[in-house]
């Protein structure tokens, strides 16, 4: 471990900025020395650089090996792709992770879940490959390789293994896509072998879907091509009561960048109520990321502690707190336990 990590911060638009500020204090307060590189992108970026995504910040992100990063506005028309969409591509962050666990405190239909979702995060029907077919019919490409199913494969099980999870849940619709899904469940199949202290098991999507919301608690992780990890991740954000305790992480075998699930939620925008615990528990990933195991667990910790009292949280969880003094709450229950 470091005396200091350097991290690329990326405060984003709207609520950005508020839950970024959030997370940064309670990873500060959390006694792991980071030296913040801040860089923009997005509306800001845009209004200055005359691109949502300037070389700079990737270059940042290169540089750091680690960013952090808050949720930012898709400009609508304009002619520039997503912010997100560019950055995993650009850095080959091939990995989307999103841990979805049962918080006491937020509200849910369900308790005691614990799922980890892991998606191919550079191909399936995102290689955004479509064209018109004459005026009536449209074409979509579905890209599936041996290459990029096996190395998203690999890190479940590497992730399964060093988290101590029991069991690796390939999900796939081969049944009817023998090729491109057939070749995915190859993949999966294959890797596995090299794991034989993880369970392994593969399931039919819609199949994953109905069991996820019957019997959740028969699954651990779960490795998806693209499309299907972008639908049951929410799916399985709402088992743990929704967007503003869903983080996430984009990693690759360089960089990793941290987020939470949601949006740039305009309408809270500049009005301290916007829930930053998402953001928290993606720095959390980002701390076990570099190492920082017990800085994270005290965040959790102070986080599920906050959230369990239901003192101090933001209108969303029922309580009246602004974004910043619920952040403060957390750095005090971190202090307390020290
Ligand atoms: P959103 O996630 O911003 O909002 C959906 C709903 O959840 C809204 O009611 C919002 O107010 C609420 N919400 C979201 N986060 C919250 C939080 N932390 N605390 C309290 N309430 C919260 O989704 P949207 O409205 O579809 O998208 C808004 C913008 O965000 C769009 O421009 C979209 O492209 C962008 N977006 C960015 C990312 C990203 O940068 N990773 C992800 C999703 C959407």
């Given at each position: 471990m470091s005396d200091s990590y350097q991290v690329t911060l990326i405060p984003g638009d709207g609520i950005g900025p508020e839950i970024i500020a959030a997370a940064r204090k309670v990873v500060d307060a959390s006694g792991v020395s980071i030296d913040w590189k801040e860089v923009t992108a997005g509306s800001e970026a845009l209004a200055e650089y005359?691109?949502?995504?300037?070389d700079h910040v990737l270059q940042s992100i290169r540089e750091t090996g680690v960013a952090l990063k808050g949720p930012v506005t898709t400009p609508v028309g304009g002619g520039f792709r997503s912010v997100n969409v560019t950055l995993r591509q650009a850095l080959d962050l091939y990995v989307n992770l999103r841990p979805a666990v049962s918080i006491p405190g937020?509200?849910?239909?369900?308790?005691g879940i614990d799922l980890v979702i892991v998606r191919e995060n550079t191909?399936?029907?995102?290689?955004?490959i479509e064209h018109m077919v004459g005026p009536d019919a449209a074409e979509s490409i579905k890209i599936i390789t041996r290459r990029a199913s096996e190395r998203v494969v690999r890190f479940a099980f590497e992730y399964a293994r060093r988290e101590k999870r029991r069991k690796v849940t390939a999900v796939h619709k081969a049944n009817i896509m023998k090729c491109s899904d057939g070749l995915f469940l190859e993949a999966a199949r294959h890797v596995a072998e090299?794991?034989?202290?993880v369970e392994f098991e593969d399931r039919i999507v819609d199949n994953m879907c109905m069991q996820l919301v019957q019997k959740p608690e028969l699954y651990d992780v779960m490795v998806l091509p693209n499309l299907y990890g972008d639908i049951v991740s929410d799916l399985c954000a709402g088992l743990v009561g929704?967007?503003?305790?869903a983080p996430g992480a984009n990693i690759g075998d360089e960089m990793a960048v941290f987020e939470p699930v949601?949006?740039?939620?305009?309408?809270?925008?500049?009005?301290?109520?916007?829930?930053?615990t998402a953001t928290i528990l993606s720095a959390v990933l980002m701390l076990k990321h570099l190492g920082e195991t017990d800085a994270a667990d005290r965040i959790m910790a102070a986080v599920r502690k906050v959230i369990g009292e239901g003192k101090q949280v933001t209108y969303d969880l029922g309580g009246s707190a602004g974004t910043s003094e619920m952040a403060e709450a957390i750095i005090a229950a971190m202090a307390a336990k020290a």
């Open positions: 005359g691109t949502p995504l300037p937020v509200k849910s239909r369900y308790t191909e399936d029907l995102y290689a955004g090299a794991y034989p202290d929704g967007l503003g305790v949601h949006g740039s939620a305009p309408k809270y925008a500049g009005k301290n109520k916007a829930n930053a």
